[in-house]
């Protein structure tokens, strides 16, 4: 009799070999249909009966098949999001970032790169519109003008970083490039710089222009003039930021600190500086912008802008729910950045004799004043 029992409970746990919905609705004790609707999320299903569903599934490993779900509903769960390129950091980090928002709310991602080719972007947009994508999220920095009109036509929800079509469905992330630029510029004059160089991303970019405008608006708000010979166009990668500080070593004068339109760039100026036999900060202050994980384990670390990728993902998976759902309230949604002060920013060369030699000049004073007394 105990070999019969123990043969029954072992037989109990065998998963059958072809397992399907049928399994999952016998297993659970309901009927297909109440599997199909509650799998589908179907907000009529009775919710002890949902739960049932959801415990057998689990208990099964059972995984529902997608595609087929998606022809029942009508719905694929999927979220697009179409990024610059891959290489840069900052951009799996906002992968990584918008795929934990995105499965937190029950949908599924799609990913694709443009490395910056209109062309290719094309083909992104098609490939999301192939696998009936929901919603989309364009975080490229930066696209053509008859692409944000083609886009403009589709009829699925679309969310831009910085600037997009005035149109039904779309929303724009705002980042305030200005509050962080003007925290680094502001930080650097109050160590006593005012030669200051700007390494930009390419100019087509809008987010590369924004944050141009902000280092020359925050320069004027400190009382620094703005020096055309230190403004150099970068590309936002390593060997853009290499051959920008090239350009600025090659100069007449060599500036006193260097901001970089993005932290792959500043990486490179931090590689060349070196390779020049210059140290830093002690001869170059270097600033960053995005505060990728690299900026903290650079030698120095990195003083750095910060733009969460975390916000930013959440902030695009949120709009594009508001759209689906049909709760949008605001089209804009703001992205701050605030200053990451770290060690490769500090005086500017001969500050540190300037002062201990102003400290001697007062302590020569103070003491003749006393003799006076």
């Not at 490939?127 to 403009?152: D, N, S, W, Y």
């Amino acid at each position: 009799m105990a070999n019969k029992k123990n043969k029954r409970s072992t037989g109990s746990l065998k998963k059958p070999a072809l397992m399907d919905i049928r399994t999952v609705a016998e297993h659970a004790s309901v009927s297909i249909a109440t599997v199909s609707r509650t799998i589908n999320h179907v907000p009529t299903v009775n919710a002890k009966m949902a739960k049932r569903v959801w415990e057998a599934i689990r208990e099964l490993n059972y995984f529902p098949n997608t595609q087929a779900r998606a022809l029942v509903s009508g719905r694929s769960g999927l979220l697009g999001l179409i990024v610059s390129e891959i290489t840069n950091p900052f951009f799996p980090e906002l992968i990584q970032g918008f795929e934990d928002v995105a499965v937190e709310n029950g949908y599924e991602i799609l990913i694709s790169s443009t490395n910056y080719d209109p062309k290719r972007m094309s083909l992104c947009i098609r490939r999301m519109l192939e696998r009936k994508t929901e919603g989309v999220a364009v975080m490229t920095f930066g696209i053509e003008e008859p692409l944000l009109e083609q886009l403009a036509e589709r009829n699925i929800p679309m969310v831009f970083v910085d600037v997009g079509p005035d149109s039904p469905g779309t929303s724009v992330l705002k980042v305030d490039y200005h509050h962080g630029i003007r925290q680094g510029v502001q930080h650097l004059a109050a160590l006593g710089h005012r030669d200051i160089a700007f390494v930009s991303g390419p100019a087509r970019l809008h987010s590369a222009q924004s944050r141009l405008n902000a280092f020359s608006k925050s320069l004027n708000e400190c009382g620094i003039a703005l020096d055309p010979a230190w403004i150099v166009e970068g590309d936002h990668t390593l060997e853009g930021g290499i051959l920008a500080m090239e350009k600025l070593l090659a100069g007449d004068k060599l500036p006193t600190a260097v901001m970089c339109s993005n932290d792959m760039t500043a990486i490179g100026v931090l590689h060349k500086v070196y390779r020049a036999g210059l140290r830093i900060p002690d001869d170059l202050s270097i600033i960053g912008f995005d505060d990728i994980q690299m900026a903290r384990v650079t030698i120095p670390p990195l003083t750095s802008i910060q733009m969460s990728r975390l916000e930013l993902a959440r902030a695009a998976v949120t709009a594009l729910r508001a759209h689906l759902e049909g709760t949008e309230t605001h089209r804009e949604y703001k992205i701050d950045t605030h200053l990451v002060v770290r060690e490769s920013t500090g005086y500017p060369p001969g500050a540190m004799e300037h002062l201990q030699q102003s400290g001697q000049r007062n302590g020569q004073d103070s003491a003749v004043k006393r003799k006076k007394v």
